[in-house]
């Protein structure tokens, strides 16, 4: 058992009788041949007896479409298999939009983390939101359009950044504006030459300008 003899006319035991091979068996004596593992399982060692000790299912992640084999073969990267046993790659199961499997062999897909986003089926990344966007929640097809008075220069962001008092910016923003020292100097300027902008503004205010020294 566990060896077989394919030639005629050997006396010798130790020269006619050859070890089956991993990912065979044989539990017969006086065979001329090797029983094959089946799909889904791989050889575990030489010259075993049985199925039992021979052969081994293949673990979740691989599988095998051949028989006799020692070796499972990975599911693809950007697919994943939580099953044992499997005798084809089509059992593996892709990754659906917003989740993603980096590498083969995978157990199972992973869902895309904060600041990233996937809207594609069966691949093996994510991709980062952009500047002027962001993303809160894991497993997301798509990144958040940064709102008006918010704003984000960073890529692959959880959240967009409140405008701080004084500086405003449009839906979408990388970046955000310096506007209040801009109107500032415009008031002063309109006040330098006396302007119907500056004359039509409550005093407090052409009274402020001018203490800063915008007017004359």
């Known amino acids: 058992a566990g060896r077989f003899g394919d030639q005629l006319g050997q006396t010798d035991s130790n020269v006619g009788c050859k070890s089956c091979p991993t990912g065979f068996y044989q539990s017969g004596a006086g065979s001329i041949g090797c029983q094959a593992c089946g799909k889904g399982k791989r050889g575990k060692a030489e010259r075993t007896t049985s199925e039992a000790a021979g052969c081994d299912s293949c673990p979740a992640g691989k599988y095998l479409d051949q028989e006799g084999q020692a070796w ?12 044992t046993q499997i005798i084809s790659e089509t059992q593996c199961t892709a990754c659906t939009a917003g989740r993603f499997a980096s590498y083969p062999g995978a157990e199972a897909c992973q869902f895309c983390p904060v600041g990233k986003y996937q809207d594609q089926p069966h ?26 008075g918010t704003y984000q220069s960073q890529p692959e962001q959880g959240v967009c950044n409140p405008c701080m008092t004084g500086r405003s910016s449009g839906a979408g923003a990388a970046a955000f504006k310096r506007v209040a020292r801009e109107r500032t100097a415009t008031v002063a300027k309109s006040a330098r030459r006396g302007s119907s902008v500056a004359a039509t503004m ?10 800063r020294g915008g007017t004359k």
């Open 72 to 83: 499972c073969k990975l599911c693809a990267a950007g697919t994943a298999s939580n099953l």
């Open 123 to 148: 691949l093996a990344y994510c991709l980062p939101c952009v500047p002027g966007k962001s993303q809160p929640k894991k497993g997301r097809t798509f990144c958040d359009v940064c709102a008006s």
């Open 202 to 211: 409550p005093p407090s205010i052409v009274a402020s300008v001018a203490k």
